[in-house]
């Protein structure tokens, strides 16, 4: 059953079609003639789609209320692809296609030519912008393995790059996230500003594939250290009138993670364990709400600085918030942490849309509103919910394997020589050169470990890399999910698939993402913008849409290798339906 509010916006959307059509005349809302002067993508990080409807009343009417009224809301849209997780979701939403195409297939993969793992924008030949700092712990950020970032790896233009072609490069691009992949592979090619933050210093940082220097207006952000202003305050609940436990679940739940030394109820404390500063207060900063907050200021910097839909070539901005990710995986969906960041969110947003109002006009821009990825329950909470659930240990699952194929196909004859030279859920790298040696077909030594892995439990189905190539049949909705996000020369040999309501992890506590299940693919979308068609829409759509809804807005051809289409009576002529 449709909640209240979704049936007022329904009489809205009715409304304002019979007055668009009074006299039978049409009226055409063709965007091409409003063409905006400002283009936003907002991300948020691991926002699932039912979020926005589970917790619909809880929302003010200026923040995702705002785009759900005045905009159109897709609520039943999913990435079409397996494996989803932050890069390829970042990647698909503005190059408009899926991992096979773009070849993004997850934040890390094995790559055989150097025989080590790579990460989506890790780069060795190019450097931190300023260099490195060299004290601190490792934090999310691929960056911290490798020297710096690029998009590199990203083969295929996104709506970025359409902007500077259509005009001869004079639209600017602005990205910033505090992951370095959420900046990097929605700004293209040639940005002109792409910022991400080191974790370890609380600054915000890019690479001498953009640039040699940071402009003056970071420099100037990062010189008063904004990020420092949470030091030693607590992470409290942001309405205290809501009934927390009611709108999610209790607060102490013991498969919860306790995150950076903030504990597993309120309130969470933001020193890192420690009287001073240090790159653990700046982990718990990303591991809480206020995180987002600073990326807010930095956007209102740039838009100010750069003076951002004030010329007549139109402008990009991409914002990715990064902090609800980490929050997710902690404490998981049900959890009063995500109501509160997702609470939060919506006064981020609020704040957002005022700024763009004041600073580029009320019609002066188009926005759409998405997430790279959803996420899993807690398999304990599922189990309390009367659903088959649970953990699978990577490490043990390795091993295992490696002492199957052993048993079918012969010990290698050397200690450091393995059967499965890598292996990181979804997909197992087998030792191609080995099989080789022992005169075996790839396809017989896969077809083996698929059937080995369909006996393990938790495991749903797996498929390998010769059965992928040859074809998979057309009723396998899964494997059509596999076979977007299997590119040749990146993808491993056999692809696992979990059953729903498993984890791959070898962690006890919180949860994580990655499967082809509604729970991880399903995000919201939300367009609002000069010729944006008021409605709710709840026909299939998937995110790599706003590829084709950015560019539409921009009146330019959506990227080269996008599939996804425009969706139908987002814009263009309403007419009265014929009696």
């Known amino acids: ?49 039912d979020y926005l409807t589970r917790w619909e009343t809880l929302f003010t009417d ?32 503005l190059t408009g296609c899926s991992p096979d195409k773009h070849g993004i297939v997850g934040n890390e993969w094995f790559d055989r030519v150097t025989g080590k793992e790579v990460g989506c924008v890790s780069s060795n030949r190019y450097e931190r912008v300023p260099p490195e700092s060299k004290a601190g ?30 005009t001869g490069g004079k639209g600017r691009v602005v990205s910033l996230s505090f992951k370095d992949r ?19 210093a609380g600054t915000f940082v890019t690479s001498t594939y953009y640039r040699d220097r940071l402009e003056p207006w970071v420099a100037d952000f990062n010189s008063r250290k904004p990020a420092d202003q949470w030091f030693g305050h607590d992470w409290l609940r942001f309405r205290p009138d809501v009934d927390y436990a009611a709108s999610s679940g209790p607060d102490d739940v013991k498969a919860e993670g306790v995150g950076i030394f903030q504990g597993r109820t309120f309130p969470h404390q933001l020193t890192g364990g420690n009287k001073k500063l240090s790159t653990l207060y700046y982990l718990a900063l990303y591991n809480s709400p206020f995180g987002n907050e600073l990326l807010l200021d930095l956007a209102k910097r740039a838009i100010d600085t750069l003076e951002l839909g004030k010329k007549n070539d139109p402008d990009f901005l991409c914002l990715s918030f990064s902090c609800n990710d980490p929050i997710g995986h902690c404490w998981g969906p049900d959890s009063q942490e995500v109501l509160d960041v997702t609470l939060r969110s919506d006064q981020v947003l609020a704040e957002l849309l005022e700024y763009l ?66 292996a990181a859920y979804p997909w197992i790298y087998l030792n191609q050169e080995l099989i080789q040696e022992r005169g075996l077909e790839q396809a017989e030594v896969e077809d083996a470990l698929v059937r080995w892995l369909k006996q393990q439990p938790g495991f749903l189905t797996a498929y390998g890399r010769t059965q992928i190539l040859r074809g998979l049949p057309e009723n396998d909705a899964v494997g059509a ?7 040749v020369e990146r993808s491993g040999d056999v692809e696992a698939v979990l059953k729903p309501y498993y984890l791959c992890t070898s962690k006890l506590t919180g949860t994580h993402h990655g499967t082809p299940h509604d729970y991880d693919t399903h995000v919201p979308l939300l367009v609002y913008g000069p010729g944006v068609v008021p409605g709710v ?6 995110p790599q849409a706003i ?33």
């Open 537 to 542: 829409h709840s026909e299939p759509v998937t």
């Open 547 to 579: 590829a084709a809804i950015l560019s539409k807005a921009l009146d330019a051809p959506a990227p080269e290798g996008a599939e996804a289409g425009l969706p139908e009576g987002l814009f263009g002529t309403l007419r009265q339906s014929a009696r």
């Open 182 to 200: 959420s900046a990097i592979l929605p700004a293209g090619r040639h940005p002109d500003s792409c910022y991400w933050l080191d974790i370890r």
């Open 481 to 487: 999910k596999v076979r977007r996000s299997f590119f």
């Open 1 to 49: 059953m449709k909640s209240k509010p979704r049936k007022i916006l329904g009489l809205v959307t009715l409304a304002a079609f019979l007055a668009l059509t009074c006299c039978g005349r049409p009226v055409d809302l063709d965007c091409s003639t409003t063409k905006p002067r400002l283009v936003v993508l907002v991300v948020f990080d691991q926002m699932r789609g």
């Open 137 to 166: 712990l490792k934090s999310d950020s691929s960056t911290d393995k490798w020297k710096s970032a690029s998009p590199e790896w990203l083969l295929t233009p996104t709506v970025a790059d359409v902007l500077k072609d259509a």
């Open 357 to 422: 109002d004041s600073k580029a006009g009320k019609n002066g821009y188009t926005l759409a509103l998405s997430a790279d990825h959803g996420v899993g329950p807690l398999p304990e909470v599922s189990l309390q919910h009367g659903k088959q659930a649970g953990r699978v240990d990577p490490t043990v699952l390795s091993k295992d394997a490696e002492k199957f194929l052993e048993r079918s196909f012969g010990k290698t004859g050397e200690e450091k020589t393995r059967w499965i030279v890598d």
């Open 62 to 93: 200026k923040g995702f209320r705002r785009l759900m009224k005045d905009g159109a809301w897709f609520d039943n849209c999913h990435y079409p692809y397996a494996h989803s997780v932050t890069g390829p979701g970042h990647a698909s939403m």
